[in-house]
Each structure stands twice: as structure tokens, then as C-alpha cells.
């Protein structure tokens, strides 16, 4: 069982940043792809930034030109960052770090989420 660590949410200004992290507590299989969703209250759990293992990225619109989300594999581990900048209050909410690893069958983990609060 892969369990996904993360860490660097917090409380934050508007325009200010936020850098996220989330590790992998074991090796994980080659072909995944690691990325971090987000559920502000009341709302659905929406997918903001992806990072597959062969290098392909995909945002939301919303964050496109803000935020950039980058992996380290050198320690085998595989961690996600996610960079966030000119963050807005619309942008508060639990960010959560998500896995998804091999094909037929594809296994999917979550990490436990972290807060992050942007005032205005």
C-alpha cells in the first residue's frame, strides 16, 4: 500500500505563493501519473495540475499561468510539487495529492489533503 505524504499548505494573502509537496512512501510502479486536486466546502473535488511519468502536464483553466506542478524522481520515491502563485481567494480549499499508478488494472491513492486559505 502506497501512502502519499504531504505537506506546505497554509494560510496566505492574496497574490502571495504557496509551494506544495507530496511523497510517495515507497517506489512506485513506472507508468503513473501523480497530480493534485482540490474541494473548496460545498463543492466538488476538481482536479487542478497532472504530471504523468513520461513528462506530460495538464492544468485546470483556472490555475493555467499560476500554478506549476514538477515531480522528483531521483530519490525513487517520487514527489509532486505544486507551485502555486498570485494566489486568489477563490483558490482556498483542501488540496489533495493523488496517484494513480499501472494499467489493467490501475491502482489510485490519495494523500490525507492539507488547507490552503487565501484572504483578500
Known amino acids: 500500500q502506497v501512502q502519499l505524504v504531504e505537506s506546505g499548505g497554509g494560510l496566505v494573502q492574496a497574490g502571495g505563493s504557496l509551494r506544495l509537496s507530496c511523497a510517495a512512501s515507497?517506489?512506485?510502479?513506472?507508468?503513473?501519473?501523480m497530480g493534485w486536486y482540490r474541494q473548496a466546502p460545498g463543492k466538488q473535488r476538481e482536479l487542478v495540475a497532472q504530471h504523468s511519468s513520461v513528462g506530460t502536464t495538464n492544468y485546470a483553466d483556472s490555475v493555467k499561468g499560476r500554478f506549476t506542478i514538477s515531480r522528483d524522481r531521483d530519490n525513487a520515491k517520487n514527489t509532486v510539487y505544486l507551485q502555486m502563485n498570485s494566489l486568489k481567494p477563490e483558490d482556498t480549499a483542501v488540496y489533495y495529492c493523488?496517484?494513480?499508478?499501472?494499467?489493467?488494472?490501475?491502482?489510485?491513492?490519495w494523500g490525507q489533503g492539507t488547507q490552503v486559505t487565501v484572504s483578500s
Open positions: 515507497k517506489s512506485i510502479f513506472s507508468i503513473n501519473t
Open positions: 493523488n496517484l494513480r499508478q499501472g494499467a489493467t488494472p490501475t491502482y489510485e491513492y
